[in-house]
Structure formats: structure tokens, C-alpha cells
């Protein structure tokens, strides 16, 4: 029995005993993936996966589950132990219920594309294209993935909403080594094939492994701070959880109540776009089917908006936000608003201060106040009277994020795309500057 079959199946039994709202969910998808290391493929698999997620709610108790196996009495069972569970489940009294129906769609622009449907053992090309690149622009070894996928989804709702959506993702990471000490990342995603330039990202990774060899131990204190897009985005997934309403109202955001007032330097606009022209992140509709759209979240560095599913949206007195999980709202592809400086320019701005290509690691003391650490990683370089100068090595930054963001200074004018082990929200940002980072020494 198909997926979707199961899907009204379920709908309908669950709705003829009792339940208010329901939301049956089918995503199917066909994956690869090569990892390589060494300058040698190291592994390539590839995989299907049909995921069947189902959401009740009755009297405000909300149950969810997901069905593994397709058949009508799999599927039978599975509604019986939910009916089951739910009435020993304790209701959520701030429950406001699901969007309702029927919704028009528009289609992602770039967000389906043959070529990575076909591209089966052609994968291989890309990495070894990119490997080869790193090397000639002075690399001596290399390792990272290259993953793509293909994703149809299909949504089934008790108001109303019955909605698919088709979509392809690439991405792409490389480091590359020129000694165990000197390294440097780059990534890059796309919807498109030839939108992902590997090569481009393997000879940008190339060049800052060779220019961090021989690092010295770097000083603690107060330093301007360039950082590239991809420790910045690092930085701005942590602050799009802090942006959910559920995450607000868990004590588990910075944002709590500043809704209006400042958060940020007034430089700093903050985007999420669920609609993104070749967004990783884009998709027709959320978890409930609501259409999704694009939100300032953060303009010119006030706070505009959590983000917000239907339930919490009526308890914020707004509107939904289109970003809804099954559990809680969530970010779909933040964006950082380019600013006008190159990122020379964005050195010229520094007498004395840090180049940081990456981050990870990067853990909160204090969810609610916004008090973090990260640690430097790949290619760490001293900025002397606006020039890249020496390498080093050993450093922690330790900072309130809304601190972080109020000394932002300048921002770049190209965007990169970023996602990662580190970045979980496909975050687009340029490099920025900012002013009087704190950096202290690593906990040995």
C-alpha cells in the first residue's frame, strides 16, 4: 500500500475517533553520498528513506509518531497504541490548534533540478575535480563530503490542506591541510548543480590551509574581529533558535521580551525567506501547510518578530509566521543582509585584530542571557594596520551573542551560502567586523 494511501487512512480513523486536529506527513528520499580523505574516496553509499510522521491533538493533548512500516495493519496498530497513549498523556493548556485550509502554492524558484536526479556515479567527477584543485593551488592533503538528495514530501491535514512538494539539495564541504596545524574549510550548498562551484570552494579552502602554517600562540584580550561567512553563520543559527517563540517561551532565548528594542547594531538585518530562490531551506509550506513566506526577523537591528507557528502565534496575539514544526517554530533560511564593504575593506577598518575563517564548538553558558564560547579553528591570522599578518593558533572566544551583534561594525558585500555540521539552518551571510571581540584561552 502506498504511503499516501496509508496517510488518508490514517487521517480518517484518527478523525472518527475523536481527535481535533491531525497532520499525516510522507517524505521520500533517495540520498548520496561520498566521503573522502587523504585525497582518496573513501566511502560512497547511497540510500532511500520514507518517513511517515503523524501529529494528534485531542483536548489538547498532543501525541506524535512516526510509522516505519507501510502496510494498512501496521498502520492500524499504530493509531490503536496512539489512541492508547493519549489518554494517559496530560493535556497542554496553551494549545491553540492547527492552520486551516485550503492554501494556495507557488513553486520554490531553482528548487528542483534534473541533474542531481541523474547524477548518480558522476558524483565521483565533482569530488575528484575539486581534490585536484586544492592540491595544484598548493594543498597537501584533503578530506570532506560531497551529499546530494532528492525529496518529495506530501502533507494531509484535518483543516483542509492536502499539499506536495518536490525538491533537490547539493552540498559540498572540503578542508584542506597543509600541516596538522594549518587547515582551512570552506562549504557551499545548492538546489542547483551548476550553481555549486567545488572548485571554487577547494582552491578558497587551498589557500587559506597554506597561508596559517607556522601559527603562533595567540594573546587574550579585546580584538576587532573579521569574521568569514562561515564561522558567522555558526553565529547566526544559534541566534535563529533563540528567534523561535517556543524556545522564548522555555527560557531557552536571549530574546525574551525585546521584541522592539534593539538586539543587534543598526547595520545588522536579519531575513528568514522560507520562499529563497535556491534556498536549502525552502519549501511550498510548513508543518501545517501554511504557505511559507518571507519574515524580516531583525531590521536595522531591531528585534521585528519571533518566529511563530499557528498555536503560538495566537498566544503572541500575531500571526503565524509560516514556520512551523510539529513540535516547535523553526528558522528556514536565514539571511544576513549584504552590506557595501569588499573584504579588503572590511581589514582596512583593523589596526590590531583577528581574521577568523571558522568556528566550532561553540556552546551556551546561558541560553537565557545569550553567554557563549566557541573556539577558532583553520586558518586564525593577526590583522596588522589592515593587512593579513601572522598565524596563529590557541584561542577562545567567549561572548554574549547580543553583544556580539550590537558591536557588528561593517558588513560585507558577498553573501556565501552556509551549511554544516556546525550551521543546521542553511544560513546566507557576507563577512562582517566586528569590534572588541573577548578572547581568552581554551580550557586545556
Not at 390 to 416: M, T, V, W, Y
Amino acid at each position: 500500500m502506498e504511503p499516501e494511501e496509508i496517510s488518508s487512512h490514517v487521517l480518517n480513523k484518527l478523525l472518527k475517533a475523536g481527535a481535533d486536529d491531525v497532520i499525516v506527513s510522507v517524505s521520500k528520499q533517495e540520498s548520496s553520498q561520498i566521503k573522502y580523505s587523504n585525497n582518496l574516496i573513501n566511502t560512497t553509499k547511497t540510500w532511500e528513506k520514507i518517513d511517515l510522521g503523524i501529529f494528534m491533538a485531542l483536548k489538547k493533548k498532543i501525541v506524535l509518531t512516526n510509522i516505519k512500516e507501510f502496510s494498512l495493519s501496521a498502520a492500524d496498530d499504530i493509531v490503536n497504541k496512539l489512541l492508547k497513549f493519549v489518554k494517559s498523556a496530560s493535556p497542554n493548556s496553551e494549545y491553540a490548534g492547527i492552520a486551516k485550509g485550503p492554501f494556495s502554492y507557488k513553486e520554490v524558484e531553482n528548487g528542483y533540478d534534473k541533474k542531481i536526479v541523474s547524477l548518480g556515479d558522476k558524483s565521483i567527477d565533482y569530488v575528484e575535480k575539486a581534490i585536484n584543485k586544492a592540491l595544484e593551488s598548493g594543498a597537501k592533503r584533503t578530506a570532506g563530503v560531497f551529499e546530494n538528495s532528492v525529496t518529495n514530501v506530501s502533507l494531509l491535514t484535518s483543516n483542509n490542506i492536502k499539499a506536495t512538494d518536490k525538491g533537490t539539495h547539493s552540498y559540498f564541504s572540503i578542508r584542506a591541510f597543509n600541516s596538522k596545524d594549518a587547515s582551512g574549510q570552506k562549504v557551499g550548498f545548492s538546489r542547483i548543480l551548476n550553481l555549486l562551484d567545488v572548485e571554487k570552494l577547494a582552491e578558497e579552502a587551498a589557500l587559506i590551509s597554506k597561508q596559517s602554517l607556522n601559527p603562533e600562540h595567540g594573546k587574550f584580550g579585546k580584538f576587532d574581529v573579521v569574521f568569514e561567512p562561515l564561522p558567522f553563520a555558526n553565529i547566526i543559527d544559534n541566534l535563529g533558535m533563540a528567534m523561535s517563540a517556543f524556545s522564548v517561551e522555555a527560557g531557552l532565548s536571549c530574546l525574551k521580551n525585546m521584541i522592539g528594542k534593539q538586539v543587534a547594531n543598526k547595520k545588522i538585518t536579519i531575513i528568514d525567506d522560507g520562499t529563497l530562490k535556491n534556498g536549502f531551506g525552502s519549501s511550498k509550506f510548513d508543518a501545517e501547510g501554511v504557505p511559507t513566506q518571507k519574515n524580516i526577523m531583525v531590521g536595522k537591528g531591531i528585534l521585528k518578530t519571533y518566529l511563530h507557528n499557528t498555536s503560538t502565534a495566537k498566544r503572541f496575539n500575531t500571526k503565524t509566521t509560516a514556520n512551523a514544526g510539529l513540535l516547535s517554530p523553526g528558522p528556514t533560511n536565514l539571511i544576513v543582509k549584504k552590506g557595501s564593504f569588499s573584504k579588503q575593506e572590511l581589514f582596512e577598518q583593523v589596526k590590531n585584530g583577528l581574521y577568523i575563517t571558522n568556528i566550532w564548538y561553540t556552546r551556551f553558558q546561558n541560553y537565557n542571557t545569550g553567554d557563549f564560547s566557541t573556539i577558532p579553528r583553520d586558518g586564525i591570522f593577526m590583522i596588522k594596520n589592515g593587512r593579513i599578518g601572522q598565524p596563529i593558533k590557541g584561542i577562545r572566544i567567549s561572548e554574549n551573542i547580543l553583544n556580539l551583534l550590537k558591536n557588528a561594525a561593517a558588513i560585507g558585500n558577498k553573501p556565501e551560502r552556509v551549511i554544516g555540521w556546525e550551521v543546521e539552518t542553511p544560513v546566507v551571510t557576507p563577512a562582517v567586523l566586528v569590534k572588541d571581540v573577548n578572547i581568552t584561552r581554551p580550557v586545556d
